[in-house]
């Protein structure tokens, strides 16, 4: 992996793991608008989150709690991603390998 | 602005999922043709990134946040069907795991987020890259396109709560965009910047368009 992508990855953690405990607690957008006109009281939870509202249940510090999210999730999206990446091109593998081998002049 | 549960009714959420959900597969074909192998780990890393920048709300007036969507900054970089594979993987994980954007309204997010957002905007970054073919074009296209992919896409979330009944379309419309059109500033600052620090250190980041 090149350089530049490793200090993509290295700022994403420092995100994750020390600047989002320090996000910004006003609504988004969206809620704004929900609380604004009233619908926002309609919103309902249907499935049990295993680390709701970015929070590991259990820890008491809510920035430490918010903080070991922020690394759960961004190396579980960096695996999936991967993982999807791999899997999506291994489907052509062949497709690419007669690409190369007509390129090359096999 | 991931839409949460209970407030899309069932007609709106199984379309947005239907139309989302077939889009995705499609994408998924065509990720196969423009991704290439030495560009998986950089798809792995973009989306962590884009996961960790969205932890990252900012405020954008008293009492309002907004945060990184980051769909054009991935198609700018790897294209616009890894960009959708990649904006659809986080909005995945967030609804599942962390309680950001519910699971029956999935289908309209990855709908608002991944396709609409993604394909609008990156179009107008192509638009603007074709008049200007130099970095400059590469980084006003992505400036740009990167607002208006967060300005359709509050439009399309407040379209799908207006036919589900929450309120008015022009009150909807009015409200998600007036704060949008301040998010998508935010957008556009921070994936011009991603994308501006790439492609100076590395030109060839930026995925050719031209074969495609």
């Known amino acids: ?106 | 602005m991931h839409i949460p549960d209970g407030l899309l009714d069932p007609k709106t959420f199984g379309t947005a999922w239907a139309l989302g959900g077939a889009f995705m597969v499609y994408a998924v074909t065509k990720t196969n043709k423009e991704l290439q192998e030495r560009q998986i780990p950089f798809m792995g890393v973009m989306a962590a990134f884009i996961f960790a920048a969205q932890m990252i709300d900012l405020p954008i007036g008293v009492g309002v946040s907004g945060h990184l969507l980051g769909g054009v900054m991935a198609a700018v970089l790897l294209g616009p069907w890894s960009a959708s594979i990649i904006m659809t993987t986080v909005l995945a994980l967030q609804a599942f795991i962390f309680l950001d954007g519910g699971v029956t309204a999935l289908g309209a997010n990855i709908l608002n987020m991944a396709v609409i957002g993604v394909f609008v905007g990156y179009g107008v970054y192509l638009v603007i890259r074709k008049a200007l073919p130099n970095r400059n074009g590469t980084l006003v296209g992505t400036f740009v396109g990167s607002w208006v992919s967060v300005v359709l896409a509050a439009a399309a979330c407040a379209i799908e709560l207006a036919i589900s009944g929450q309120g008015s379309f022009k009150i909807l419309l009015t409200a998600m965009l007036t704060w949008h059109a301040i998010i998508g500033l935010v957008e556009a600052v921070i994936a011009t910047a991603v994308v501006g620090y790439l492609t100076q250190v590395r030109p060839d980041l930026v995925q050719q368009t031209s074969k495609a």
């Not at chain 1, 295993?50 to 510090?61: C, E, H, R, S």
């Not at chain 1, 999807?84 to 497709?95: A, C, D, K, Q």
């Open chain 1, 1 to 106: 992996m090149r350089k530049e992508i490793w200090i993509l990855l290295i700022l994403a953690v420092v995100l994750a793991v020390f600047i989002s405990p320090f996000a910004s607690e006003f609504p988004d957008g969206l809620e704004r608008v929900g609380i604004d006109y009233g619908f926002m009281d309609n919103e309902k939870e249907l499935i049990e989150s295993p680390i709701p509202d970015y929070a590991v249940p259990g820890i008491t510090n809510e920035k430490v709690a918010t903080s070991v999210a922020g690394i759960i999730g961004t190396l579980l999206t960096l695996a999936i991603a991967y993982g999807i990446g791999s899997l999506v091109r291994n489907r052509s593998e062949t497709g690419s390998e007669l690409r190369n081998q007509r390129i090359s002049g096999k």
